[in-house]
């Protein structure tokens, strides 16, 4: 039995739970946890009437930090969103505290699960995740920067007509302004990437990508319904065991963070890393992205 607890019923707890209810998946049970008990009940009776068109029969229900107990994921979208003109940083202070009272309910419960972490500042989040759950490291996933992989993957795909699914490159570091893209990685099909784009116009899609979400904020206030499929998709790896490569937030035991890198995931939550062999600008680019995590997590 499969039993997901979503805590956190705003924008992008509500689209990952709708994308969830439209993809075929192992999920049995869904649990939708919210300061606003009115709110809950409504989403419950709206995600429910879409049952009879939907690929799977799930068990959805309002319920309470309780119902944590035989979760198999936690799926934490609590938390400030971000406003317009603040950085992903800016929301430390706030989410912090939030956090802190989140965990301790879960844990409270009896949860041995995996927890799955979409807010910001990502990184920090789910480092806080993992020091007030105290489990093991391989059950704390943040969402890293799965989301700014498929963000890179789109561009690219739409700049040489080609499907996102055949291009294989990654954002990895901070899921924030030091992310990068180690292009000396990066391929389409098995051919290099600089085999069908110049350098200026890599670095105009690297910064599409990284400045993508406050283009979207500017323009409709926040964004959502991509984490809410990244989540679905780091869901489904988890239940089916895949071993599946996806660039989440996981423990560098080296620097005591987490950070996005490319990771197995699988039912146990990661498996494995998958160390990215960088040039030299590449590793001065994740020098940096560790240290502003550290910085940002020292501040607390």
């Known amino acids: 039995m499969n039993k997901i607890v ?20 192992s999920v049995n049970e869904l649990v939708l946890v919210d300061l606003n008990k009115e709110r809950i009940i409504g989403e419950v009776m709206d995600l429910n009437h879409c049952l009879a068109f939907a690929p799977n029969k799930i068990d959805i229900k309002a319920g309470d930090y309780s119902d944590c107990k035989d979760a198999t994921i936690v799926v934490i979208a609590a938390g400030a969103n971000q406003e317009k003109g603040e950085t992903r940083m800016d929301l430390i202070e706030k989410n912090s ?115 993508a979400a406050y283009e979207i904020i500017n323009r409709k206030g926040a964004t959502y319904y991509g984490i809410g499929m990244c989540l679905v998709r780091i869901t489904n790896a988890i239940l089916n065991n895949e071993n599946s490569i996806i660039t989440v937030s996981t423990y560098d035991e080296n620097n005591d963070i987490f950070i996005g890198l490319p990771a197995v995931i699988n039912k146990k939550g990661v498996k494995d890393k998958i160390y990215v062999n960088l040039n030299e600008k590449e590793t001065i680019k994740l020098k940096n992205s560790i240290y502003a995590i550290k910085e940002a997590i020292l501040k607390l």
């Open 6 to 25: 979503l805590i956190g019923c705003g924008n992008v707890g509500m689209s990952y739970a709708y994308a969830l209810l439209n993809q075929s998946t």
């Open 97 to 211: 505290k939030i956090f802190k009272n989140i965990v301790n309910k879960v844990m409270k419960s009896g949860f041995n699960g995996i927890f799955l972490v979409a807010t910001n500042p990502l990184d920090v989040m789910t480092y806080l995740t993992y020091k007030y759950s105290n489990l093991s490291p391989n059950k704390i996933i943040g969402t890293g920067t799965s989301l700014d992989t498929a963000r890179l993957r789109y561009m690219i795909a739409e700049k040489i007509k080609i499907s996102p699914k055949n291009v294989h490159a990654y954002v990895i570091g901070e899921h924030g302004d030091s992310e990068f893209v180690p292009w000396s990685n990066a391929n389409i099909g098995l051919q290099n990437i600089k085999d069908f784009l110049t350098d200026e116009e890599l670095e105009k899609i690297y910064l599409d990508v990284k400045n």
